[in-house]
């Protein structure tokens, strides 16, 4: 198994304000995805990121996968109530088709 | 809707009894997987199904039994319910290389 932290744990901001979600790893991943799930629900992907370096936007939210593919970063720009959710890294090994996946970072926008 | 579907959503047992939960994905989808998510622990993988005729054990598989019935159908199987296993159950699908997708989960408790 191959060990993924995410972190802060929980996040708690005004809506509008700016947040970053951290997930790092000892491990290189082949690729690594995100995923948001909100209160009764399974957790749905957002993006995938394969090459190291790269960053992908969807809106306002970006994000990064490190240059080694041991870490990867969520930065959500002017947060809106609707960002509310647990935000989950998920990382792919090179030889294991299988995820492994972080704890999460529960993210609460106020309005 | 295309997608993975889960029963039951909610199911309360006594310690001892025993219960299936049903999963059913209708992408074809080589590859399925139960997980297990409690507080603060994220997703634990319980079985998984690489392809049809194939189980193998995840990360915390005491306990629990699975049968891919076929290509579509994928369940879990717990015989002698316990506390510990309160949890929410999650089902997922992949087709190996892209992202997964989630049940909207049963939730399950075990008094």
């Known amino acids: 198994t191959q060990l993924l932290e995410q972190s802060p744990q929980f996040l708690s901001i005004q809506e509008g304000e700016n947040l970053t979600v951290y997930c790092n790893s000892s491990s290189v991943f082949s690729s690594l995805q995100w995923y948001r799930q909100e209160p009764g629900e399974g957790p749905v992907l957002l993006v995938t990121v394969v090459t190291g370096g790269e960053v992908k936007k969807l809106k306002r939210l970006t994000f990064q996968f490190g240059d080694a593919r041991k870490d990867s970063s969520l930065h959500i720009t002017a947060a809106q109530p609707g960002d509310t959710g647990l935000y989950l890294c998920?990382?792919?090994?090179?030889?294991?088709?299988?995820?492994?996946f972080g704890a999460g970072t529960t993210v609460t926008v106020r309005a | 809707n295309a997608g993975v579907t889960q029963t039951p959503k909610f199911q309360v047992l006594k310690t001892g009894q025993s219960m299936t939960l049903q999963c059913a994905q209708d992408?074809?989808?080589?590859?399925m997987y139960w997980y297990r998510q409690d507080p603060g622990m994220g997703l634990r993988l319980i079985y998984y199904s690489a392809s049809e005729g194939t189980t193998d054990k995840g990360e915390v598989p005491n306990g629990y039994n699975v049968s891919r019935l076929n290509k579509r159908e994928f369940s879990l199987r717990l015989e002698s319910a316990a506390p510990s296993q309160t949890s929410v159950y999650f089902c997922?699908?992949?087709?190996?290389?892209?992202?997964?997708?989630f049940g909207s989960g049963t939730r399950l408790t075990v008094v």
């Open positions: 997922a699908s992949t087709d190996r290389v892209g992202g997964y997708t």
């Open positions: 998920a990382g792919r090994g090179s030889n294991d088709y299988k995820l492994s």
């Open positions: 992408m074809n989808h080589n590859s």
